[in-house]
C-alpha cells in the first residue's frame, strides 16, 4: 500500500541554520505530494505541494523537489526562524480529490 | 469564508459513554474526510464522504463508529460504547472537486476516554 516514512524527531537547529527534513514515499502511480505544518495550538495547514516528478513546491522559504528516482520529498529551507518551530508533516495522495496518507511528523524547534 | 469548524473542541467522556463531534467544511466544499491523529504520530484517515454519500472507510472505522452527512453540509462522527484506545484528535478536512483539491482542516476535537 502506499506509505510515507519522514525523518525521525524531534528536530533542533539555531536561528539562521539550514534545514532539511527528508521523506520518502512508497506509492505505486503517480501521487501527489505534500508538506502540511502544524504550529502550536493550531490545525494543520499546507505548507508545499507537488503534483507531478521534478516539480518544485516553495512557500514562505521552503522548498520540496518531486524525486521520483529516489521516491523523495524532503523538506528545506536556508536560513530558519524561530516561527518556524513547528510539527511537519510530509504526505501523499494518489491524486486528485483522494484522502491523505500522512507520515508519523517530525517536531521542529528553532532557538534563537 | 470562515474555514472548518469542529465542535466541540475537547470532549472527556468515561469508558462505556457514547460521544458524537460535528465538522462543519467550508461552505462550497464537495468532499469531507474524518482523520485520526494520536500522539506523536501523523493523522491517520478514517472516512470521506462527497457530497452525502459516503465514498470510503478505512479498516481502522469499526463497527463502534459511523459517520453521516445527511444534506452534503455538515457532517457527525459517532462512537459508540467508547474506549480508552479512541483517546485521540479527531480531524476533519474539506476540499473542492476542482481546483487545487487542497484539504484545508478543522482545529480537531480532542477526545479523552477515562
Known amino acids: 500500500g502506499n506509505s510515507v516514512t519522514q525523518m525521525e524527531g524531534p528536530v533542533t537547529l539555531s536561528e539562521e541554520a539550514f534545514l532539511t527534513i527528508n521523506c520518502t514515499y512508497t506509492?505505486?502511480?503517480?501521487?501527489?505530494l505534500f508538506w502540511y505544518v502544524q504550529y502550536p495550538g493550531e490545525g494543520l495547514q499546507l505548507l508545499l505541494k507537488?503534483?507531478?516528478?521534478?516539480d518544485k513546491g516553495s512557500n514562505k522559504g521552503f522548498e520540496a523537489t518531486y524525486r521520483k528516482e529516489t521516491t523523495s520529498f524532503h523538506l528545506e529551507k536556508g536560513s530558519v526562524q524561530v516561527s518556524d518551530s513547528a510539527v511537519y508533516f510530509c504526505?501523499?495522495?494518489?491524486?486528485?480529490?483522494?484522502?491523505?496518507?500522512f507520515g508519523q511528523g517530525t517536531r521542529l524547534t528553532i532557538n534563537p | 469564508d470562515t474555514g472548518v469548524s469542529q465542535d466541540p473542541r475537547h470532549k472527556i467522556t468515561k469508558r462505556g459513554q457514547n460521544v458524537t463531534f460535528r465538522c462543519d467544511p467550508i461552505?462550497?466544499?464537495?468532499?469531507l474526510y474524518w482523520y485520526r491523529q494520536t500522539l506523536g504520530q501523523g493523522p491517520e484517515f478514517l472516512t470521506y464522504?462527497?457530497?452525502?454519500?459516503?465514498?470510503?472507510k478505512s479498516r481502522l472505522l469499526s463497527d463502534r463508529f459511523s459517520a453521516e452527512r445527511p444534506k452534503g453540509s455538515f457532517s457527525t462522527l459517532e462512537i459508540q460504547r467508547t474506549e480508552q484506545g479512541d483517546s485521540a484528535m479527531y480531524l476533519c478536512?474539506?476540499?473542492?472537486?476542482?481546483?487545487?483539491?487542497?484539504?484545508?482542516f478543522g482545529p480537531g476535537t480532542r477526545l479523552t476516554v477515562t
Open positions: 507537488a503534483t507531478k516528478a521534478d
Open positions: 504526505a501523499l495522495t494518489r491524486g486528485g480529490a483522494q484522502k491523505l496518507v
Open positions: 461552505s462550497e466544499h464537495n468532499r
Open positions: 506509492a505505486t502511480g503517480y501521487p501527489s
Open positions: 464522504f462527497q457530497n452525502e454519500a459516503q465514498l470510503e
Open positions: 478536512a474539506s476540499s473542492s472537486l476542482t481546483g487545487s483539491y487542497e484539504q484545508y
